[in-house]
């Protein structure tokens, strides 16, 4: 068996589904393990999780923690990976695309910086110890997906925020789950 990747960027066709089935089956292999699920979106598949598992002890291993901007992600990234010796664990974010945006309208005058604080980010995901997942619901690029918003004559790209899930998948993912 091959070494599991340090950083993957998931695309789930059912996200409910494959992300309790994911965090169910890695909870279940090791009592010591636990899950730090980052979200923009309060998107965490409770019911879904309920649904698979009778096992309550496994809701206690489970940290959900909600994030609205990159700084906010970099300073609770910062403190679990410090604290990375205490239990082994899974990072999963879900909605980092979101994150990107909020910083962007709250940081309009200093874009670079939010992708230096975006590659500090996925640099500590990459070198945490037991691996990192970024949950994507972009597709990702074979053409130029194009749709029309409105009334509107103009024709707009459906790929919101691809070219951050691009960026991150080309330059920090070890894999692409899909």
């Known amino acids: 068996m091959g070494k599991e990747a340090q950083l993957s960027l998931w695309i789930p066709r059912d996200f409910n589904e494959q992300c309790s089935q994911y965090i169910h089956d890695y909870l279940c292999e090791e009592a010591t393990h636990i899950v730090y699920y980052i979200d923009s979106i309060n998107s965490f598949p409770i019911h879904d999780l309920q ?39 899974k990072i999963i974010i879900h909605g980092i695309d979101t994150m990107m945006t909020n910083s962007t309208i709250q940081m309009s ?48 790209d459906t790929r919101l925020d691809n070219n951050v899930m691009e960026y991150i998948n080309k330059y920090y993912c070890d894999e692409e789950v899909i």
């Open 51 to 89: 649904r698979i598992t009778k096992d309550t002890a496994i809701f206690d291993r489970i940290q959900m923690i909600t994030c609205l901007d990159m700084v906010e992600l970099q300073s609770i990234v910062l403190r679990i990976v410090k604290s990375g010796g205490e239990m082994e664990g």
């Open 109 to 156: 005058n200093n874009k670079d910086q939010i992708y230096k604080i975006l590659n500090h980010i996925l640099l500590q995901l990459r070198f945490y110890p037991i691996g990192s997942r970024i949950i994507s619901e972009y597709t990702p690029a074979v053409g130029t997906a194009k749709r029309r918003r409105g009334n509107d004559k103009k024709w707009n």
